[in-house]
């Protein structure tokens, strides 16, 4: 598989396995989806179902895919795979597979996926996916995965872990804006004026102190963060036996 996520979750199992099975729920904490709709099925067949993302206020891709779940296996882990695709051309993303796996562990769950799709566009959308919307999903799961934790563990909903991202990435934003704006002007933010020595000569150190902390320090506890989770796996992975059984979407 292309992309690999995997989170420590210190949840129940069962309470992770609803949180990311239901529909209705997914969608609340899973960047890369606006809208996930199971579709009607008969008894016995894999569950399709419909999707879509909201690309920009006026523009939203939708697709279609089939998954299956392995809820009950002798290791005591589950899987759900899944194969996927968007006809719609302005689709990056043609078609693709991926999987879910559940492990139990001493301190919760690792959860974890891998997945994998063929871009459209020919040589400019395999260059554009390289440079651009491959490390872009990456980042989007992974931070998903993390937002999806901080609800199982701290209580905190989706929708409360966007606002605390976004709110610290405006005062992130701030902070550098001032710190640079200061570097520009060789003082710190504030009434123009003659600083003393002792300040003049700290000032240019304290900004780029600034800077750094503003770039580099971690997020806070309550924020979804990309860089908690694993984003290559610890050993050589294979796809489920399960993935096989799925239909190829067009």
């Not at 292309?2 to 989170?7: D, K, M, Q």
């Not at 210190?10 to 969608?27: G, K």
């Not at 579709?39 to 569950?47: K, S, T, Y």
């Not at 020919?122 to 799961?141: C, H, S, Y």
């Amino acid at each position: 598989m292309g992309l690999y996520i995997e989170a420590r979750i210190r949840a129940d199992l069962d309470e992770l396995w609803a949180r990311t099975q239901d529909p209705a729920r997914h969608q609340r904490w899973d960047l890369r989806f606006t809208e996930i709709d199971y579709l009607p099925r008969a008894e016995g067949e894999p569950q399709r179902f419909r999707y879509a993302t909201r690309v920009l206020p006026f523009l939203t891709v939708a697709g279609t895919g089939i998954s299956a779940g392995e809820k009950e296996r002798p290791d005591g882990t589950r899987t759900s795979a899944l194969r996927f695709a968007s006809p719609h051309p302005l689709s990056l993303l043609a078609e693709g597979s991926g999987y879910w796996r559940y492990v139990p562990a001493a301190d919760g769950v690792r959860f974890l996926t891998g997945y994998d799709y063929r871009p459209r566009w020919g040589a400019f959308g395999a260059l554009a996916d390289r440079l651009l919307f491959r490390p872009l999903m990456g980042w989007a799961t992974a931070w998903s995965f993390d937002r999806l934790r901080l609800w199982l563990e701290r209580g905190i909903t989706p929708e409360r872990a966007l606002r605390n991202w976004l709110a610290e990435l405006a005062v992130r934003a701030l902070v550098l804006a001032l710190c640079l704006t200061g570097l520009g002007r060789g003082s710190l933010p504030g009434p123009p004026g003659p600083l003393p020595d002792a300040l003049a000569f700290l000032c240019p150190l304290l900004l780029v102190v600034g800077v750094f902390l503003t770039l580099f320090t971690s997020p806070l506890a309550t924020t979804p963060a990309a860089r908690r989770c694993l984003r290559t796996p610890p050993s050589r992975v294979a796809a489920p036996r399960i993935l096989r059984t799925l239909e190829k979407q067009s």
